[in-house]
């Protein structure tokens, strides 16, 4: 059989054949991994056999369209664990001033579809925790509890992320030394 195929990642897949046009549902099918099913043409009572030589004239010619749906897909790696240890008070607790950490962990996320990111934390007892994406002042920080919290969403590609982390004393803070872990989610949308 001789085929000539042309593709693209925009346009269908073309073929042109030198087989009879009963032959080519069976060996497209054959020749694309058994990814794509294609109804034969043939009557019942016609048998599907490949020619006899390569070098066959055309009989017929037969164009197929063939279209591949891409499913959602996204992977997040954490570069850099989200987590961070703290003692309390820090210098300016007493005046009310939360300690600030810039730029806290590294994930990388590649997603060929929009994407949610979102933060699970461990609990710190007596203490506030909000984060915004690192290096944004002007975004609004998130309270982040002993659950889910969405953090932002985005759009496909490859994205490095790191986090501020803001914390806050409130008045059953009590002094010590504290661990915060924080674990990233993402979802395709």
Not at 32 to 37: A, D, P
Not at 57 to 86: C, G, K, M, W, Y
């Amino acid at each position: 059989m001789v085929c000539s195929a042309t593709r693209s990642s925009v346009r269908p897949v073309f073929l042109r054949c030198a087989c009879p046009s009963t032959w080519l549902p069976a060996t497209l099918a054959a020749g694309l991994g058994g990814l794509v099913t294609v109804a034969a043409a043939a009557s019942p009572n016609q048998r599907m056999t490949p020619p006899l030589s390569s070098a066959a004239p055309v009989l017929d010619e037969l164009t197929v369209n063939v279209q591949a749906r891409v499913l959602p897909f996204e992977q997040l790696e954490i570069l850099e664990p989200v987590e961070v240890d703290f003692v309390y008070p820090w210098p300016g607790a007493d005046a009310g001033r939360p300690l600030v950490l810039p730029a806290v962990g590294l994930v990388q996320l590649q997603s060929n579809a929009p994407w949610q990111l979102g933060l699970w934390s461990t609990l710190v007892p007596g203490f506030t925790v909000e984060v915004r994406l690192a290096g944004q002042p002007g975004r609004r920080w998130v309270p982040v509890a002993p659950a889910l919290a969405p953090m932002t969403i985005g759009r496909s590609g490859e994205h490095q992320l790191r986090w501020d982390i803001r914390i806050t004393p409130r008045a059953q803070a009590r002094p010590g030394r504290y661990h915060l872990q924080m674990t990233p989610i993402a979802s395709v949308l």
